[in-house]
């Protein structure tokens, strides 16, 4: 079983930056593709970004491509989301997930956290 905490959103200006934290529980974590996902009001979740058991491979949606990097520490069990130059359209709750294949299929992965709300004002 492998717990999921999000942590670091809020509120940033247009152009400004978040870093959120995911922060697991679990020994087979280091094991795990992670990914970032997302869900505005009133739209489906979408993916955002994952990164393989090792960090060695990365994939990003089109629309964070440049802005967004995704990285982890597992000696920390912690994996990151570096979010620079945001934009108002990146408002959302913002959800990691593990335990899935690397892929960018939300219901592949059986491990959720809570989500964090990230609000970005123009």
């Known amino acids: 079983q492998v717990q999921l905490v999000e942590s670091g959103g809020g509120l940033v200006q247009a152009g400004g930056s978040l870093r959120l934290s995911c922060a697991a529980s679990?020994?087979?974590?280091?094991?795990?593709?992670v990914g970032w996902f997302r869900q505005a009001p009133g739209k489906e979740r979408e993916f955002v970004a994952l990164?393989?058991?090792?960090?060695?491979?990365?994939d990003y949606t089109d629309s964070v491509k440049g802005r967004f990097t995704i990285s982890r520490d597992n000696a920390k069990n912690t994996v990151y989301l570096q979010m620079n130059s945001m934009k108002p359209d990146d408002t959302a709750v913002y959800y990691c997930?593990?335990?899935?294949?690397?892929?960018?299929?939300?219901?592949?992965?059986?491990?959720w956290g809570q989500g964090t709300q990230v609000t970005v004002s123009s």
């Open positions: 997930a593990a335990g899935g294949p690397e892929l960018r299929i939300a219901g592949l992965y059986p491990y």
């Open positions: 679990g020994r087979t974590f280091s094991r795990f593709a």
């Open positions: 990164i393989s058991w090792s960090g060695g491979r990365t």
